[in-house]
């Protein structure tokens, strides 16, 4: 190969390489899990997982997970410990690579006590999706919570349910 070929070659690798990176940006995902038990007139029968699980989920292993440092909702998981009407079961942060125009790997989350199972995705386009589709497991009843909502980056989005919620919170990483 002859040296303006190999030049070629090599300039044409790096714009390649640019361009992908260019499509790819890195997210701090934080996610509070915990139960509560609110009065509510609703009947749940649920006694198996209805979760619709997408095709490719990874574990929350696959990731960077970020120290307590690093996490911006440690003061709301405290204040959630010290009430008598919240239980946290589970804090978890970690970073997360997404292309543009596409939905994310589907992150598997649950926690050792088996209570909690579900998944968590983000969706960069436009505008930004997320979608959890979570159970959370009180003996013989399993509670669902299945949603898809579009929000706004750096801000604390909470997932509401009667007997269990989600917080939220996706920043992108470098702003």
Same mark, same amino acid.
Request: net charge positive; no cysteine.
């Given at each position: 190969m002859g040296k303006t070929t190999s030049l070629y070659l090599l300039l044409v690798l #790096?714009?390649? =390489?640019?361009?992908?990176?260019?499509?790819?940006?890195?997210? @701090?995902? !934080?996610?509070?899990?915990f139960a509560q038990d609110m009065p509510n007139t609703e009947v749940f029968e649920q006694t198996e997982s209805q979760i619709q699980w997408?095709?490719?989920? #990874? =574990?929350?292993?696959?990731? *960077?997970?970020?120290?307590?440092?690093?996490r911006y909702l440690k003061s709301t998981y405290a204040r959630l410990s010290r009430s008598h009407n919240y239980q946290p079961l589970l804090h978890?942060?970690?970073?997360?690579?997404?292309n543009s125009n596409s939905w994310g790997?589907? %992150?598997?989350?649950s926690n050792p006590e088996g209570t909690i199972n579900g998944f968590f995705q983000i969706q960069r386009?436009?505008? %930004? *999706?997320? @979608?959890?589709?979570? !159970?959370? =497991?009180?003996?013989s009843t399993v509670y669902r919570l299945n949603e898809k909502r579009r929000f706004?980056?750096?801000?604390?989005?909470?997932?509401?349910?009667?007997?269990f919620g989600v917080i939220a919170r996706v920043s992108p990483i470098g702003d």
């Open positions: #790096s714009l390649m =390489s640019i361009a992908v990176s260019a499509t790819e940006r890195s997210y @701090k995902i !934080e996610l509070i899990i997408p095709r490719r989920v #990874s =574990s929350l292993s696959a990731y *960077h997970a970020v120290g307590s440092d690093g978890v942060a970690w970073t997360q690579s997404v790997r589907a %992150v598997r989350i386009g436009h505008l %930004v *999706h997320l @979608k959890a589709d979570f !159970e959370y =497991s009180v003996g706004k980056l750096k801000e604390t989005h909470y997932l509401d349910h009667p007997k």
